[in-house]
């Protein structure tokens, strides 16, 4: 134990979207950077996991894949079993995963007992070997309304009480608490640490699978992460430059992997008829697209907020409501704050003109190149995320492996006594 490397599992349940995934990638890159005798491995079921690259010492390991419908229950993505079977499976595959790796720290994102409770008897379980248990947490989970009544049904508060040793919020308390509203005990108050935002950056050789639009001039991203849901700003941002064919800066739609098919051929067969805007399915390097840039449309997923800090763009935040109203609090405490712009397609002044909302766009999208830029606020630890989390894991995994020398000297002495 004393001379293995350090050993951090990382548990993402990944029922929809990107956002998990690549919060937790993020995470495992930093740390294999920050320490060459750390290796991560991360449990995922996302489907596209494989399409990503990873550093050496991080690897994954992938379980059944399940989708959230609309009335908020779970389906399996592939597998012809019933939920109740394919939770089983994937519960089975964490624990044995999780106790033949014997990882120093294991982070478990958002999910405190994971989906549908199938992270739970490993964390009993991890914690009976002394591993450090880690509850990591976005900026915002949703409204403190919903979210209290919904970790109640969980039943959650005795496992951030009794199994979890820290809790690690990927934000700043400025900006959000997470766990307003849940009337926490103190011993779990106690437990929290605000990291600040997670930086992201280029890496030296990053280069995306597609070539750079518009041959290198200016340009609109228009991206709402995996683009499950993101039809609503596509189709915005789109009816703006079809009424308004002299937009000054073209766009540029990264639509995601998870946009429908039939949508995004409707999308490309009118942008055919545009000279100024340009699509492209996916890229596992979006980093490059953002730092080219000059303006950010989005919808204002954790990542995506990350990156506009990361590469300070100028943004506009065009949140989903539903089923969540995360998206929503974080852009428009960022409004509050200066750090970006945000616009409603349900607001008063919309709702009276439905059929010229395309000009409220179009003039938010002139106006945005010129927009300020997050870094005019000056917001201190802002993204001192990834630094921070590399350095709770130093003293977590020290913590644990001081834990098993002490195990391992009181087993020693007993056994001396025995003989």
């Known amino acids: 134990m004393a001379t293995r490397n350090r050993r951090v599992l990382i548990y993402s349940h990944d029922t929809f979207g990107l956002g998990h995934l690549r919060r937790c990638r993020a995470l495992a890159h930093s740390l294999v950077q920050h320490d060459p005798g750390v290796s991560v491995l991360i449990l995922s079921g996302s489907p596209i996991i494989g399409n990503f690259e990873f550093r050496e010492r991080v690897d994954f390991v992938r379980i059944p894949g399940v989708i959230k419908l609309q009335n908020g229950e779970y389906t399996p993505l592939k597998l012809p079993m019933d939920i109740e079977e394919t939770v089983a499976l994937r519960a089975n595959i964490i624990r044995h995963t999780a106790l033949s790796y014997e990882p120093d720290v294991f982070i478990v994102d958002k999910e405190p007992h994971g989906m549908r409770g199938e992270v739970l008897d490993t964390l009993i379980a991890l914690k009976e070997r002394g591993t450090q248990l880690v509850l990591g947490l976005r900026d915002i989970l949703d409204d403190p309304v919903l979210l209290a009544p919904e970790w109640q049904n969980k039943n959650v508060l005795p496992t951030l009480e009794n199994l979890y040793d820290e809790i690690w919020i990927y934000g700043l308390p400025q900006v959000s608490n997470p766990l307003e509203g849940l009337n926490l005990p103190a011993k779990v108050a106690r437990k929290t640490v605000y990291t600040g935002y997670l930086r992201r950056a280029l890496r030296s050789n990053s280069q995306p699978l597609a070539e750079m639009p518009f041959e290198d001039k200016p340009y609109i991203l228009v991206t709402a992460g995996g683009g499950g849901d993101g039809e609503q700003v596509f189709d915005w941002v789109l009816r703006a430059y079809e009424n ?98 945000m616009l409603m397609p349900d607001s008063p002044e919309i709702l009276d003109n439905p059929e010229e909302d395309w000009k409220i766009m179009a003039t938010a999208l002139r106006h945005l190149p010129q927009q300020s830029v997050p870094s005019d606020v000056i917001v201190p ?24 020398r002490v195990i391992a000297r009181e087993t020693r002495g007993r056994h001396a006594g025995q003989s």
């Open 244 to 341: 308004d064919p002299a937009q000054p800066v073209p766009a540029f739609f990264v639509f995601g992997p998870f946009l429908d098919p039939d949508l995004q051929s409707q999308f490309n067969a009118r942008m055919a008829r545009l000279d100024n805007v340009d699509s492209i399915t996916f890229d596992n390097h979006p980093e490059a697209f953002i730092s080219n840039a000059s303006g950010i449309v989005a919808m204002g997923g954790y990542n995506t907020v990350c990156e506009i800090l990361s590469f300070d763009k100028p943004a506009l935040i065009v949140p989903r409501t539903r089923p969540r109203l995360e998206q929503f609090l974080r852009a428009s405490r960022m409004q509050e704050m200066g750090l970006v712009k």
């Open 381 to 404: 630890g802002l993204l001192d995320g990834l630094r921070n989390v590399n350095r709770l894991v130093d003293i977590a995994a020290s913590r644990r492996r001081e834990k098993m």
